[in-house]
């Protein structure tokens, strides 16, 4: 884990947000430019951007490691995570809820995935990665993203540039082995905000659904239409909403 960007007021409290699968902390740059007024921390995971080197191990050690990270540098933390980040996040949690004053879990899954196995499968990455080194079609593939602009599709295409086979199915087999819900989450006393878009697949609508009775202080936020790519292709209403939550003033069922 590295700390890829640390802004905002020093004495604010501290957000820390932790990017998904095959993205890195750039891909957060909608809400760092949108969430004025908190020291913002965005993390690099094992495997990807500034911390590429490091082998992503499992979901519990590397959620124990950034949780002590957060208890040693910061005491507390806000805590957002977005699709694999959000799953290390649930399990930070889980095992060290101490260290959160609240969370917000982005479309983390929890229930076993045909199109997790299917990104598991070693020979589809090797052809994946083969086929992105054509230009064109690693372009054609961050249009597919969505980014809104060309800084953060740069930083996509950059990354996948340096991308090799272990980066993509370590954190992936990790990713497979942990689709439940941990243990412990009843003692879960900070608030939060559990988010998925409408237009994920089924089991993203279940994990939410999951996730929200395992944790006694957990609400749900639907985005209508949403994508999985919603913290960049809606980011205006996904900002209102974290904005909202960290304030103490979303209002949601």
Same mark, same amino acid.
């Given at each position: 884990?590295?700390?890829?960007?640390?802004?905002?007021?020093?004495?604010?409290?501290?957000?820390?947000?932790?990017?998904?699968?095959?993205?890195?902390?750039?891909?957060?740059?909608?809400?760092?430019?949108?969430?004025?007024?908190?020291?913002?921390?965005?993390?690099?995971?094992?495997?990807?951007?500034?911390?590429?080197?490091?082998?992503?191990?499992?979901? $519990?050690?590397? +959620?124990?490691?950034?949780? /002590?990270? =957060?208890?040693? %540098?910061?005491?507390? !933390?806000?805590?957002?995570? #977005?699709?694999?980040?959000?799953?290390?996040?649930?399990?930070?949690?889980?095992?060290?809820?101490?260290? $959160?004053?609240? +969370?917000?879990?982005?479309? /983390?899954? =929890?229930?076993? %995935?045909?199109?997790? !196995?299917?990104?598991?499968? #070693?020979?589809?990455?090797?052809?994946?990665?083969?086929?992105?080194?054509?230009?064109?079609?690693?372009?054609?593939?961050?249009?597919?993203?969505?980014?809104?602009?060309?800084?953060?599709?740069?930083?996509?295409?950059?990354?996948?540039?340096?991308?090799?086979?272990?980066?993509?199915?370590?954190?992936?087999?990790?990713?497979?082995?942990?689709?439940?819900?941990?243990?412990?989450?009843?003692?879960?006393?900070?608030?939060?905000?559990?988010?998925?878009?409408?237009?994920?697949?089924?089991?993203?609508?279940?994990?939410?659904?999951?996730?929200?009775?395992?944790?006694?202080?957990?609400?749900?936020?639907?985005?209508?239409?949403?994508?999985?790519?919603?913290?960049?292709?809606?980011?205006?209403?996904?900002?209102?909403?974290?904005?909202?939550?960290?304030?103490?003033?979303?209002?949601?069922?």
């Amino acid at each position: 884990m590295q700390v890829r960007f640390d802004s905002g007021p020093r004495e604010a409290e501290c957000v820390v947000l932790v990017h998904g699968a095959g993205m890195a902390g750039w891909m957060w740059k909608c809400q760092m430019e949108a969430l004025s007024g908190w020291r913002l921390i965005v993390l690099d995971l094992p495997d990807h951007g500034l911390a590429r080197a490091e082998p992503f191990t499992s979901i $519990a050690e590397v +959620a124990d490691g950034i949780a /002590a990270w =957060v208890a040693q %540098s910061l005491g507390r !933390a806000h805590l957002i995570g #977005h699709s694999l980040g959000a799953r290390v996040v649930l399990e930070i949690l889980s095992r060290r809820p101490e260290v $959160a004053r609240s +969370a917000v879990i982005s479309s /983390a899954l =929890v229930r076993p %995935s045909r199109l997790v !196995a299917w990104m598991s499968n #070693h020979t589809l990455n090797r052809m994946s990665l083969w086929m992105l080194r054509n230009a064109a079609i690693a372009k054609m593939q961050a249009l597919q993203f969505g980014f809104p602009d060309a800084e953060m599709t740069a930083a996509w295409l950059a990354d996948i540039a340096d991308t090799r086979t272990e980066n993509l199915e370590r954190p992936m087999a990790a990713f497979a082995a942990a689709l439940s819900i941990p243990p412990g989450l009843k003692r879960v006393d900070c608030p939060v905000l559990v988010t998925a878009g409408t237009s994920e697949p089924a089991a993203m609508a279940s994990s939410v659904d999951d996730i929200v009775a395992a944790v006694p202080a957990a609400r749900a936020a639907r985005l209508r239409g949403a994508p999985h790519t919603y913290p960049w292709s809606r980011a205006k209403e996904y900002n209102h909403l974290l904005a909202s939550f960290l304030r103490g003033e979303l209002a949601v069922p």
